[in-house]
Structure formats: structure tokens, C-alpha cells
């Protein structure tokens, strides 16, 4: 709202994004997606017991690969209208669920499941999910990289590192 108000005062060329999530390499294991693919791989490496620490699996997030985030960074600051704001998403919820199966699926691992109590939060939005109508139209941007294949990099990066 900061960057509008210079836009709306002062004319300076702002233009506004709002990244749903996003993942894919290199994502820090605070995030979920990274943390399940961390916790794998360990399983994996035989550095940790095949139980997987989750917390809540319902919640319905909106994810992108971090790869295509960028792409519609450079769209948007290249081609954006000034004091416009994009929706950088997949345009599909899933839930934490869904992404747990689908490392657990691309790891082969076969885990125990978990719920940590210190993994779930006070309070939690339950759904979470965008449209990217508007920068597909105006900027030609969409997401291309399927989000089994982020999923499948992700657990390969780690598989690397730990």
C-alpha cells in the first residue's frame, strides 16, 4: 500500500505483486513443502526413523514453483502497468495433504505420519488460493512448470544435502 500511495502521490512507476506461495530448490525447510522433502530425504539417507512430523494437513494453499514467481517478477517489471497489482499463483488450491502424497509418491518411502502439536498454528487460514486471470491477460505470464516436478526438484535438492 506504501508503494501505491507513491504511485498515486508522487507518480513513481509502482507496480504490485502478490506471490501466493511459492516453492521449489533452494526453499528453506521452515517451509512446509521443504520441510516434508528435507524430513524424506533424511528418511531416505537412513538419518532419521521413517516417521514424518506434520501439522495441519487440511489447509488448502495456492503453490507455484519459485522458477515461474520469478519469470512474472521480471514480467511485471518489464511490462507491467505502473500502480496495477498481479496475482502470482497456480490458480488450483491444494490441500497439505495432497503435497505430503505427492512426496510421499515421488520419494517411494513408505513413513509413519504424525501430527506435532508445535506444528500447528493458534490460528490458521483454512484456505488460501488466487486467480491469475489478470496477469495472463495483460502480461501473457501463466505457470509452467507442473507442481509434481517442483515437488520432484525440491526432494532431489535435498536428497543432496542432508
Same mark, same amino acid.
Given at each position: 500500500m506504501l508503494g501505491y500511495q507513491y504511485f498515486q502521490s508522487y507518480g513513481v512507476p509502482v507496480i504490485r505483486t502478490r506471490a501466493f506461495n511459492h516453492t521449489g530448490p533452494r526453499r528453506g525447510d521452515v517451509f512446509v513443502t521443504s520441510n516434508f522433502a528435507k524430513q524424506l530425504a533424511e528418511i531416505k539417507k537412513g538419518k532419521r526413523e521413517p516417521v514424518m512430523m506434520v501439522g495441519n494437513l487440511e489447509a488448502k494453499r495456492d503453490f507455484s514453483d519459485v522458477r515461474d514467481v520469478v519469470r512474472a517478477y521480471q514480467l511485471a517489471v518489464s511490462k507491467g502497468?505502473?500502480? =496495477?497489482?498481479?496475482?502470482?499463483?497456480?490458480?488450483?488450491?491444494?490441500?497439505?495433504?495432497?503435497? /505430503?502424497? /505427492? #512426496? $510421499? =509418491?515421488?520419494?517411494? /518411502?513408505?513413513?509413519?505420519?504424525? %501430527?506435532?502439536?508445535?506444528?500447528?498454528?493458534?490460528?490458521?487460514?483454512?484456505? $488460501?488460493?488466487?486467480?491469475?486471470?489478470?496477469?495472463?491477460? =495483460? #502480461?501473457?505470464? %501463466?505457470?509452467?512448470?507442473?507442481? %509434481?516436478?517442483? $515437488?520432484?526438484? $525440491?526432494? =532431489?535438492?535435498w536428497l543432496e544435502r542432508v
Open positions: 502497468t505502473p500502480g =496495477e497489482v498481479y496475482n502470482i499463483c497456480s490458480g488450483k488450491g491444494r490441500t497439505i495433504q495432497e503435497v /505430503l502424497d /505427492l #512426496l $510421499l =509418491e515421488i520419494s517411494a /518411502l513408505d513413513v509413519t505420519v504424525k %501430527q506435532d502439536p508445535s506444528r500447528m498454528r493458534p490460528s490458521d487460514v483454512m484456505v $488460501l488460493e488466487g486467480s491469475h486471470d489478470k496477469i495472463t491477460k =495483460e #502480461l501473457g505470464w %501463466q505457470p509452467s512448470i507442473p507442481f %509434481q516436478q517442483t $515437488l520432484k526438484d $525440491l526432494y =532431489e535438492f
